[in-house]
C-alpha cells in the first residue's frame, strides 16, 4: 500500500460482475474545489482517520474504497459526439436524454482527504464539461447537485464500485425533474434488506471479515411491473425486477437489481396504459435506476451496450421509442470506453 498523493491520475477499468424529481484540457484535471450550482451549500464529510492508502487501483479512505477518476476531454467529447449523432438520427421521433452518473470518489470522498489529494479531478466539472457538449437535440440532466445535497447519506457502498438504491434514487428524482413529471417518493414504495455484500473492492481494500454493506432495494412503485431478459448466450428469462439474493455469494448480491448485466431487458408496466416506450443505454450503474424508471412507462427497453450488438437509431424506430435515456457513469466516459462500444449508430 502507497500514499496515494501521486497515484490519482490513474485511471482504473470498472469491474462489471456479475419520487420523480432533475473548460479543460485533454488529460488535465479539474479544480479541487467542489461545483455548486447557484449558491447551494453541500454537506461537509469528514474521514475517521484523516489518512488515504492506495493500492491499484483503489484509494481506501477508513472501510470505504473508491475508484480513482481523471477527467479527459477528448473521450468525454467522443461520447457527446456519439450521443449528438444518435439524437440527430432520432430528431422528431425519439426525445433523446443523457443523465451522467458521478461515482463515490466524486460525491461521497470527505473533504479533508479530497484537499490532501494531489490533481483531484471535480466530477461536477467534468459533468458540467459533457452536458456543454450536447447539441439541442440532447436533454442534459446533472444529478450531480441532488446527489451532492444528500451526499452525508449512504449513496455509494464503501466495497463496491456502484452507487446504493438511494443514489439511484437521488439520480431518478433528477430525470423526473427534468422531464417535468413527479416522482414516486422512496416512502411510497416497498424495500428489502439483503446484508453480508462485499462488492468488487474488496480484494484490494484492508479491511476486517466484519466490513460489509447492507443493499436497500426499492420495488418498483406499481409491484405488478414484470420484466424478461436475454442473456449472453440469448436465452429470454422470467425475472423479478427485485430478486431475492439472501443465499447469493456476497459478491454478488448486487444483482438483486434487474438481474444485473445483460445484453437485453424488456420490463412491462401495467399501470401505465399510455402505450408509452422508454429505451435505456446502461452499464452496471443503470442497474439499479431500471426499478424507479421503470414506473412511468408502458414499456422499457434496458440495453447494455457492452454486450448488445444492434443499433440505437434503428432499434428506437422498430419499437416506436418515445425517448432514450443515456445513463453512463462518468470513469466508464472517460476510459473511453462508452463511446467506442457506442459507436453503433
Not at 469491474?15 to 447551494?40: A, F, I, L, R, V
Not at 483503489?58 to 479527459?72: A, L, M
Not at 443523465?99 to 463515490?104: E, F, I, Q
Request: glycine share 8%; proline share 4%; net charge negative.
Amino acid at each position: 500500500v502507497i500514499d496515494g498523493a501521486e497515484a490519482l491520475g490513474t485511471q482504473p477499468s470498472e469491474n462489471t460482475e456479475p419520487s420523480q424529481t432533475q473548460e479543460s484540457t485533454e488529460g488535465t484535471t479539474q479544480p479541487t474545489e467542489p461545483s455548486t450550482e447557484g449558491s447551494t451549500s453541500y454537506p461537509t464529510l469528514t474521514s475517521k482517520s484523516g489518512t488515504y492508502s492506495f493500492r491499484s487501483p483503489i484509494f481506501q479512505v477508513d472501510d470505504s474504497g473508491f475508484d480513482g477518476f481523471r477527467y479527459i476531454e477528448s473521450s468525454t467529447k467522443d461520447y457527446a459526439d456519439v450521443v449528438n449523432k444518435i439524437a440527430e438520427n432520432l430528431k422528431g421521433v425519439t426525445k433523446v436524454y443523457a443523465l451522467p452518473v458521478p461515482t463515490s470518489i466524486g460525491i461521497v470522498l470527505p473533504d479533508d482527504i479530497r484537499a490532501r489529494m494531489k490533481d483531484y479531478a471535480d466530477q461536477g466539472e467534468a459533468i458540467n464539461s459533457l452536458l456543454s457538449m450536447l447539441s439541442e437535440n440532447v436533454i442534459g440532466v446533472s444529478c450531480y447537485d441532488n446527489l451532492m445535497q444528500h451526499r452525508d447519506e449512504y449513496l455509494y457502498f464503501k466495497t463496491d464500485h456502484h452507487w446504493t438504491a438511494r443514489g439511484a434514487y437521488y439520480a431518478y428524482e433528477a430525470l423526473c425533474k427534468a422531464k417535468g413529471v413527479t416522482p414516486y417518493a422512496l416512502e411510497q414504495r416497498e424495500s428489502v434488506d439483503f446484508t453480508g455484500f462485499r462488492g468488487s473492492l474488496t480484494q484490494y481494500m484492508d479491511i476486517g471479515s466484519d466490513v460489509s454493506d447492507t443493499i436497500t432495494a426499492y420495488y418498483p412503485y406499481n409491484r405488478d411491473a414484470t420484466m424478461t431478459f436475454t442473456d449472453k448466450s440469448g436465452a429470454k428469462i422470467d425475472w423479478p425486477i427485485i430478486n431475492d439474493v439472501s443465499d447469493y455469494g456476497a459478491a454478488m448480491k448486487y444483482s438483486t437489481f434487474a438481474a444485473g448485466d445483460n445484453p437485453f431487458t424488456e420490463f412491462h408496466n401495467p399501470g401505465v396504459t399510455d402505450g408509452s416506450v422508454c429505451i435505456v443505454v446502461k452499464e452496471s450503474y443503470g442497474c439499479a435506476l431500471m426499478p424507479f424508471i421503470v414506473d412511468h412507462y408502458s414499456t422499457v427497453y434496458e440495453i447494455d451496450y457492452r454486450y448488445w450488438d444492434g443499433s440505437l437509431t434503428e432499434f428506437a424506430k422498430e419499437v416506436g421509442a418515445d425517448e432514450m435515456i443515456f445513463a453512463n457513469n462518468t470513469m466508464r466516459i472517460n476510459e473511453g470506453l462508452v463511446a467506442g462500444d457506442l459507436n453503433r449508430i
